[in-house]
């Protein structure tokens, strides 16, 4: 990445860091409550590093998924894309996480109201499904998060937590967008409560021609959350959501392929029951999350290659149950205990497009976990907390781990805090790897991973400016790789990396009506991975006049191995700004333009990304 051309590109922004009151809200992040722990804990108290990113910080993006908004937000994580819009599942696709240079496959764990999401067979979140019609919020905690989570939560854990109606006064939101490549994008949600009964739902539709030939994308989606208060201290709890696309690989630009289509629908439901006393809180959860994936690999004409007649279908699942409740047994005290229960797997096999008449079994698979765990935090002092866990969780396959984890959080003064946290984060092998394709191996065994980490966060200018700084190095062995053993491939436990960094971030109310916003990353990687950026920094602006906003931001990247670049570095400066007008309180209209500066650059080798674009659109709320 030229280093000039991000210092011009600074000079470009001309109004402007981020959104405003959200803002505001980041600056008082001691006071935020979170739950992606699966019981309610004060950040302040609370030794790992979690990163909130919430309403108005996601709406002011006005981006139809959470995870392009995350990578310019959150220190540390980055999303590759391919695209304007929508990420795909085949070969070469976007949606990819890494959190400090780990993740990208199953060992990164999605979350939707800390029910896990992902594929059964192959492990990995399925990027598509994450809209930003259905959330309310995003917690990310930045590191590893076995000890409440398990498996796949080895390199953090992104959780989208649902808007529910119980906190909003009746509330319906329509929102209308088009722009470059044909993209359009429309969606609806209403909230409402009435005595002891409340309900959210929302639909969105989108789609885009994409920048090339053969890359368009087209999705449905939808949500719904039902909930019921049998008295003062219990809730029982309905939801679900639906999310069907279609998206298009159209290859390497100097190799392209022709019919590569996904047609992927995935669906998840969950029931269960909350309760809240003063000293006792929990909930008991069922959930099943279900998915039907059917692709076509496509073909290469310019290589005299014809139409397959076969497709590849699986249909996945991944059922559990989760117990949790904490207590408070004496002043200062939290204990929590908890239980889980997943099984997951599904059928894979190949058919006839012609008839749908299946030709080849791949695989026909369950696997299981069980899993215990306990927390224990104790605030010792006015200035001092202290939290030790523990967990054990057996596999069906690999047998059992034990997951432990222990931190201190500081506060020395009403306005700093500083946090120490140790911890253990594991990912067990998934079915695609012990059995699937040339190079499974049934003798694999869990990843492993240890995490060490040393944080600082103040506010000064009476709470007008909060600054934070972080510091961790991480240790990760027996990852699985794909090696040749006898001339054939083969997957093994013979991989590991040692990774340090430094993660700085800083919100800022610099007078009436101007915001800022920032965030550094840096990474040392002693085995580069692609897609994890060494240098990530996202600098960002934003005016408000009575109804009037403007905003820009500035995201340069520098140092990152481009996905299937064969080694390559890559790096790219990128400008983006829009303005918003909110004409009364039913009508606001918005504008963006993403590259301003129209550079040229690449994330996976062969996909370039769009130049200029351009959105525009309008929110009626009512």
Request: net charge neutral.
């Given at each position: 990445?030229s280093?000039?051309?991000?210092?011009?590109?600074?000079?470009?922004?001309s109004a402007?860091?981020?959104?405003?009151?959200?803002?505001?809200?980041s600056?008082?992040?001691?006071?935020?409550?979170?739950?992606v722990?699966?019981?309610?804990?004060?950040?302040?108290?609370?030794?790992?590093?979690?990163?909130?990113?919430?309403?108005?910080?996601?709406?002011?993006?006005?981006?139809?998924?959470?995870?392009?908004?995350?990578?310019?937000?959150?220190?540390?994580?980055?999303?590759?894309?391919?695209?304007?819009?929508?990420?795909?599942?085949?070969?070469?696709?976007g949606?990819?996480?890494?959190?400090?240079?780990?993740?990208?496959?199953?060992?990164?764990?999605?979350?939707?109201?800390?029910?896990?999401?992902?594929?059964?067979?192959?492990?990995?979140?399925?990027?598509?499904?994450?809209?930003?019609?259905?959330?309310?919020?995003?917690?990310?905690?930045?590191?590893?998060?076995?000890?409440?989570?398990?498996?796949?939560?080895?390199?953090?854990?992104?959780?989208?937590?649902?808007?529910?109606?119980?906190?909003?006064?009746?509330?319906?939101?329509?929102?209308?967008?088009?722009?470059?490549?044909?993209?359009?994008?429309v969606?609806?949600?209403?909230?409402?409560?009435?005595?002891?009964?409340?309900?959210?739902?929302?639909l969105?539709?989108?789609?885009?021609?994409?920048?090339?030939?053969?890359?368009?994308?087209?999705?449905?989606?939808?949500?719904?959350?039902?909930?019921?208060d049998?008295?003062?201290?219990?809730?029982?709890?309905?939801?679900?959501?639906?999310?069907?696309?279609?998206?298009?690989?159209?290859?390497?630009?100097?190799?392209?392929?022709?019919?590569?289509?996904?047609?992927v629908?995935?669906?998840?439901?969950?029931?269960?029951?909350?309760?809240?006393?003063e000293?006792?809180?929990?909930?008991?959860?069922?959930?099943?999350?279900?998915?039907?994936?059917?692709?076509?690999?496509?073909?290469?004409?310019?290589?005299?290659?014809?139409?397959?007649?076969?497709?590849?279908?699986?249909?996945?699942?991944?059922?559990?149950?989760?117990?949790?409740?904490?207590?408070?047994?004496?002043?200062?005290?939290?204990?929590?205990?908890g239980?889980?229960?997943?099984?997951?797997?599904?059928?894979?096999?190949?058919?006839?497009?012609?008839?749908?008449?299946?030709?080849?079994?791949?695989?026909?698979?369950?696997?299981?976990?069980?899993?215990?765990?306990?927390?224990?935090?104790?605030?010792?002092?006015?200035?001092?907390?202290?939290?030790?866990?523990?967990?054990?969780?057996?596999?069906?396959?690999?047998?059992?781990?034990?997951?432990?984890?222990?931190?201190?959080?500081?506060?020395?003064?009403a306005?700093?805090?500083?946090?120490?946290?140790?911890?253990?984060?594991?990912?067990?092998?998934?079915?695609?790897?012990?059995?699937?394709?040339?190079?499974?191996?049934?003798?694999?065994?869990?990843?492993?991973?240890?995490?060490?980490?040393l944080?600082?966060?103040?506010?000064?200018?009476?709470?007008?400016?909060?600054?934070?700084?972080?510091?961790?190095?991480?240790?990760?062995?027996?990852?699985?790789?794909?090696?040749?053993?006898?001339?054939?491939?083969?997957?093994?436990?013979?991989?590991?990396?040692?990774?340090?960094?430094?993660?700085?971030?800083a919100?800022?109310?610099?007078?009436?009506?101007?915001?800022?916003?920032?965030?550094?990353?840096?990474?040392?990687?002693?085995?580069?991975?692609?897609?994890?950026?060494?240098?990530?920094?996202?600098?960002?602006?934003?005016?408000?006049?009575?109804?009037?906003?403007?905003?820009?931001?500035?995201?340069?990247?520098?140092?990152?191995?481009?996905?299937?670049?064969?080694?390559?570095?890559?790096?790219?400066?990128?400008?983006?700004?829009?303005?918003?007008?909110?004409?009364?309180?039913?009508?606001?209209?918005?504008v963006?333009?993403?590259?301003?500066?129209?550079?040229?650059?690449?994330?996976?080798?062969?996909?370039?990304?769009?130049?200029?674009?351009?959105?525009?659109?309008?929110?009626?709320?009512?």
């Amino acid at each position: 990445m030229s280093i000039k051309r991000c210092l011009l590109s600074l000079l470009c922004m001309s109004a402007g860091v981020l959104h405003a009151q959200d803002t505001l809200r980041s600056v008082v992040l001691d006071e935020v409550v979170t739950s992606v722990t699966k019981s309610p804990a004060d950040v302040r108290r609370l030794p790992l590093t979690v990163s909130i990113v919430g309403p108005e910080r996601l709406g002011l993006h006005h981006a139809n998924s959470v995870l392009g908004t995350l990578s310019e937000e959150v220190p540390g994580l980055y999303v590759t894309q391919r695209g304007m819009m929508g990420y795909g599942v085949q070969s070469n696709p976007g949606g990819t996480i890494k959190i400090r240079g780990v993740g990208g496959m199953a060992n990164l764990l999605v979350l939707i109201d800390g029910q896990p999401q992902y594929a059964g067979l192959y492990g990995h979140p399925i990027a598509d499904n994450y809209q930003t019609t259905m959330t309310e919020r995003v917690e990310v905690i930045r590191g590893p998060a076995s000890l409440y989570y398990g498996s796949n939560a080895m390199g953090g854990v992104v959780n989208i937590v649902t808007g529910r109606a119980a906190q909003y006064p009746p509330l319906t939101t329509v929102s209308l967008a088009g722009g470059s490549y044909g993209t359009f994008d429309v969606g609806a949600q209403s909230r409402m409560k009435r005595d002891r009964f409340s309900v959210a739902v929302g639909l969105q539709y989108n789609r885009t021609d994409g920048q090339r030939s053969n890359m368009d994308f087209e999705q449905y989606a939808g949500y719904l959350s039902l909930g019921y208060d049998l008295g003062s201290h219990w809730q029982t709890l309905l939801n679900g959501n639906l999310n069907y696309f279609n998206s298009s690989n159209p290859g390497k630009q100097d190799n392209p392929i022709t019919d590569n289509d996904m047609h992927v629908m995935r669906y998840t439901v969950a029931a269960g029951v909350q309760n809240s006393y003063e000293h006792t809180s929990g909930s008991l959860r069922m959930y099943y999350n279900g998915g039907h994936h059917r692709i076509d690999n496509g073909y290469r004409p310019q290589d005299g290659e014809m139409p397959s007649p076969v497709e590849y279908v699986h249909n996945d699942l991944m059922a559990g149950v989760s117990a949790v409740q904490t207590f408070r047994f004496f002043p200062g005290n939290q204990t929590t205990f908890g239980a889980d229960w997943q099984i997951f797997g599904g059928h894979a096999w190949n058919q006839r497009k012609a008839d749908k008449v299946q030709t080849a079994d791949l695989i026909r698979k369950t696997q299981h976990e069980l899993a215990a765990y306990v927390d224990f935090r104790q605030q010792l002092a006015s200035w001092l907390s202290a939290d030790v866990g523990f967990r054990y969780d057996h596999h069906s396959q690999t047998g059992g781990v034990c997951i432990p984890q222990g931190g201190l959080a500081f506060v020395p003064a009403a306005d700093a805090q500083v946090k120490a946290v140790v911890g253990r984060g594991f990912r067990n092998p998934t079915i695609r790897e012990l059995y699937m394709y040339a190079p499974a191996n049934d003798d694999l065994k869990p990843e492993n991973m240890m995490n060490y980490e040393l944080s600082y966060q103040h506010h000064l200018l009476g709470r007008r400016l909060m600054f934070g700084a972080n510091l961790f190095y991480l240790h990760a062995d027996n990852l699985i790789e794909t090696r040749v053993s006898g001339g054939q491939p083969l997957n093994v436990n013979m991989g590991r990396i040692d990774n340090a960094g430094l993660e700085l971030e800083a919100h800022c109310s610099v007078w009436k009506g101007w915001y800022l916003s920032a965030n550094y990353s840096y990474l040392y990687m002693d085995r580069p991975v692609e897609a994890a950026p060494e240098h990530k920094l996202y600098v960002a602006a934003r005016y408000e006049h009575r109804h009037f906003g403007v905003h820009t931001a500035l995201t340069c990247i520098g140092g990152m191995l481009k996905v299937d670049g064969n080694g390559a570095k890559t790096g790219y400066a990128m400008w983006n700004a829009g303005a918003d007008w909110h004409l009364n309180k039913y009508l606001s209209l918005y504008v963006t333009a993403d590259n301003l500066l129209a550079v040229k650059y690449e994330i996976i080798d062969g996909f370039p990304m769009p130049r200029t674009t351009f959105m525009g659109g309008m929110t009626v709320t009512f």
